[in-house]
């Protein structure tokens, strides 16, 4: 005799209004295996996106969980990554003072070889149904221009020593509320 045992079933849209939420309605994801570099100037954000998703939620209720792995080194000193929806920014630090805002930190630690993995978790409440554009970009920390790398060392020397080549991943899940 066969039995299904399950505690519960979510339907496709959801659950309906009023019940306890929580199930995952969709999943989105973004692999980048490939590298680039892009130049920033004095204390702002770059124009690339490095990690990007596009999402539509099916309810204005839907709560947006974003989660993203980004591996990155920098030419100068310091900067960071920033979240965004669309190109409103979300999941960053207190502006205080002369502080720049961001949503991780990178520091350089030696030219030739170290990178950093930047990982974000966050729950958005986007109150739409429109189309979102969740994405990741460098922002730079520092009074002159900035290069940053992504998905490899500043040096990039062909090396089987200290000289990674790596991946960053973006993940957004629509969840019921």
Do not use: W
């Amino acid at each position: 005799m066969s039995q299904l045992r399950t505690n519960s079933i979510v339907p496709l849209d959801g659950l309906p209004a009023g019940a306890s939420g929580g199930g995952i309605i969709q999943v989105v994801t973004n692999h980048v295996s490939t590298s680039l570099s892009e130049s920033v100037g004095a204390n702002t954000d770059g124009t690339t996106k490095l990690l990007s998703v596009l999402i539509t939620p099916t309810s204005t209720s839907s709560k947006i969980l974003v989660i993203y792995n980004l591996n990155a080194s920098v030419s100068y000193s310091f900067g960071g990554t920033t979240l965004r929806r669309n190109t409103t920014k979300i999941s960053i630090g207190t502006n205080t003072g002369s502080r720049t805002p961001t949503t991780t930190y990178l520091e350089q630690i030696d030219q030739n070889s170290a990178h950093q993995m930047h990982s974000c978790s966050f729950i958005d409440s986007p109150a739409t149904t429109s189309q979102i554009d969740y994405n990741v970009v460098f922002s730079n920390t520092n009074n002159g221009t900035n290069t940053f790398y992504m998905n490899r060392t500043q040096s990039d020397s062909d090396s089987a020593v200290l000289r990674n080549r790596t991946s960053s991943s973006i993940i957004v899940m629509e969840i019921s509320n």
